[in-house]
């Protein structure tokens, strides 16, 4: 076990170097600066420009760059060129709000995508497991930006409820619970919204484990001891198709963290994904080499956790 | 019974494989329909592409704008409105089609490319070569892939060849791990050794005896990129980095109506539509596919 954690830290520092190397080249290799209006306005003279280049070492060769931006970012002095705040405080400062907002749409993902997993492999074959999987492929093929701005037109039309951001400004609220469901409120939109392909996703892979697992042979005792349904396919077969449910968690990160660029942008939340928008925006350089990076190495992380979980709730797998 | 196993039996000796998987795929009704989205989605942006590369415009010019006429209902003389610049919704979703199609299948094409490539010579040699490919696909996959290609084709400008080119530099992981999977499995069968003792070269035992048995899986699951690549270009669209106006694309039309949200519904509701069941019709098709490859009756 211990072995097994050393030697997946040592090679998520090798995959973290890589990832570094993507993450600064994807930025810098591509034509364009990070300031071209600056570059080619003649009222800026040449000596300020020569500065701003010099002070984001942008007169250096690549190799020399990459070298000053990944001290910089480790010993927190990279700075973004936006507002020259140290680009680690602006990314830390939105992690509260990027991680709950995944974290939900995660659990919301897994279960709901439990039941409607379960509930097709109940019926494989018949009509209701037809309609699941219809309407899984749907949530997959459902663009969130646009059900995103539907669902906003109903709730703000119908009801003239408050969505935007992590809370609503200019109401008292009488107790500190209401301050409470009026943040999880705003929370609980979003995360739904982030949530549909993930939950789908998570449906079809649970399904097609299930279906192996009602095969087995213990399945079938389980059935002729006359125990129910529910009992069978709830404690019997889900608990040996648990595999999906973990490796759910490493695998839906990448995806909710793609996902809440748009989501975070439509709803004013602030989370990293609109960060990341308002870099790209911006161009800022720093903060977009950094954000990749802390991106990666979240994930990186949300993989080495579901790997654990799986050996923790699988005695047959051996981590070596 | 007994005739009817007779007849089974007969049936899977005179079936081969293929055949087979193309008699279930269509024996399923959702696969039919689904076909026939597709299909109508073809025909429509295939015959508008041909109709203004002739110079005629059907029901009316994309880019003519009309301010007397901007954000009209839909109504006979145009189908699903108008937009802010009084601009016929219908012809730019036609026009919108074409793009959302060509993206899908060049990414998936670059994708399938790439994989291919790196896939095939990380499985067929395996060792230091696998292990460093591999690695790179590990790291690859660790980023958030929607932000990773948004920043690129922000930095590189977004035109119609850079998204196509960055999906399919960033989507090809998937593809190029099966392909591996699929190499270091038929490498050690009797027929690639065969080949090999007689003496054949690399290249001859990759596109001869390796690939073509590879082929089926490769390519249900490189198709899988067409719908992923719809909706990304959507995405992108929707942000402002997507094709760029006044070209009309699914995307930015949502994205141009967004202003006009409250009182022009239908700039948000038929785009969407359209990308809704392009991408449906894509992912309930392949999936049909799947099934009728699956091995169980």
Redesign the interface.
């Given at each position: 076990m211990t072995s097994f954690i050393i030697r997946r830290l040592a090679?998520s520092v090798?995959?973290l170097f890589?990832?570094s190397i993507?993450?600064f080249f994807?930025?810098t290799l591509?034509?364009?600066s990070p300031y071209p209006w600056g570059e080619l306005n003649p009222k800026i003279s040449p000596e300020v420009k020569a500065t701003f280049r010099k002070k984001f070492h942008l007169d250096q060769p690549l190799p020399t760059q990459y070298a000053f931006i990944m001290r910089d970012l480790f010993t927190g002095n990279l700075r973004s060129i936006k507002d020259d705040r140290p680009v680690m405080s602006r990314i830390l400062e939105r992690l509260p709000a990027t991680l709950s907002l995944n974290f939900t749409a995660i659990l919301i993902s897994l279960s709901f995508g439990t039941l409607l997993g379960v509930y097709a492999a109940r019926y494989a074959g018949h009509w209701q497991d037809?309609a699941s999987?219809?309407f899984a492929?749907?949530f997959?093929?459902?663009?969130?930006?646009?059900?995103s701005?539907?669902v906003a037109?109903v709730l703000v039309?119908n009801f003239g409820v408050p969505i935007l951001g992590t809370q609503s400004y200019g109401i008292a609220f009488p107790n500190e619970l209401a301050v409470i469901l009026d943040r999880i409120w705003h929370l609980l939109l979003p995360a739904s919204i982030l949530a549909l392909g993930g939950f789908a996703a998570q449906s079809r892979y649970l399904r097609a484990t299930m279906i192996e697992t009602t095969r087995e042979g213990y399945i079938r005792t389980a059935h002729a001891k006359g125990l129910s349904e529910e009992v069978v396919l709830y404690k019997h077969a889900l608990r040996n198709s648990i595999r999906p449910l973990i490796a759910g968690i490493g695998m839906l990160l990448?995806?909710m963290?793609?996902?809440s660029?748009?989501i975070e942008?439509i709803f004013a939340y602030p989370g990293m994904?609109r960060l990341?928008?308002e870099a790209?925006?911006e161009?800022d350089y720093p903060t977009?080499v950094a954000?990749?990076f802390v991106?990666?190495?979240l994930?990186?992380l949300g993989?080495l956790i579901s790997d654990l979980l799986y050996a923790a709730v699988d005695p047959r797998v051996r981590l070596e | 019974m007994t005739t009817l196993t007779a007849k089974t039996i007969q049936a899977s000796e005179t079936e081969t494989p293929g055949t087979r998987i193309w008699r279930r795929f269509w024996a399923q009704p959702i696969a039919l329909i689904s076909v026939i989205v597709i299909l109508f989605f073809a025909i429509t942006a295939g015959g508008t592409a041909i109709l203004s590369a002739t110079g005629h415009h059907w029901p009316c010019d994309p880019n003519t704008t009309n301010l007397e006429q901007k954000l009209l209902p839909p109504s006979p003389q145009h189908w699903l409105g108008t937009d802010n610049l009084g601009r016929d919704v219908l012809s730019r979703m036609l026009h919108g089609a074409g793009i959302s199609l060509t993206v899908g299948f060049i990414a998936v094409a670059v994708s399938l490319g790439i994989g291919l490539v790196v896939g095939a010579i990380a499985g067929y040699f395996g060792g230091l070569t696998d292990q460093i490919l591999m690695r790179s696909v590990d790291a690859l996959l660790c980023f958030p892939t929607f932000f990773l290609i948004l920043t690129a084709v922000a930095i590189l400008g977004p035109s119609m060849i850079n998204i196509v080119v960055v999906i399919g530099l960033v989507s090809w992981t998937g593809t190029a791990r099966l392909v591996r999977g699929e190499f270091l499995t038929l490498r050690e069968t009797e027929y690639v050794k065969g080949a090999r003792v007689l003496g054949q070269g690399h290249w001859s035992i990759i596109t001869r005896h390796i690939l073509p048995n590879a082929a089926a899986p490769i390519l249900v699951t490189a198709v899988l990129g067409i719908p992923d690549a719809i909706l990304t270009e959507a995405g992108l669209s929707f942000l402002g980095f997507g094709v760029q106006p006044p070209q009309a694309t699914w995307g930015n039309i949502i994205a141009e109506g967004k202003s006009y949200l409250l009182d022009a519904w239908w700039l948000n509701l038929f785009p969407g539509l359209a990308i809704l069941l392009a991408a449906l019709s894509f992912y309930l098709a392949i999936n049909a596919l799947q099934e009728a490859a699956e091995n169980r009756s």
């Open positions: 090679l090798v995959l890589i990832i993507i993450s994807i930025v591509t034509p364009g037809m999987s219809f492929f749907l997959i093929a459902l663009p969130g930006f646009w059900i701005y539907i037109i039309k990448p995806a963290i793609s996902g660029v748009v942008t994904g990341g928008y790209v925006l161009r977009l954000l990749n991106l990666a190495a994930i990186l993989n | -």
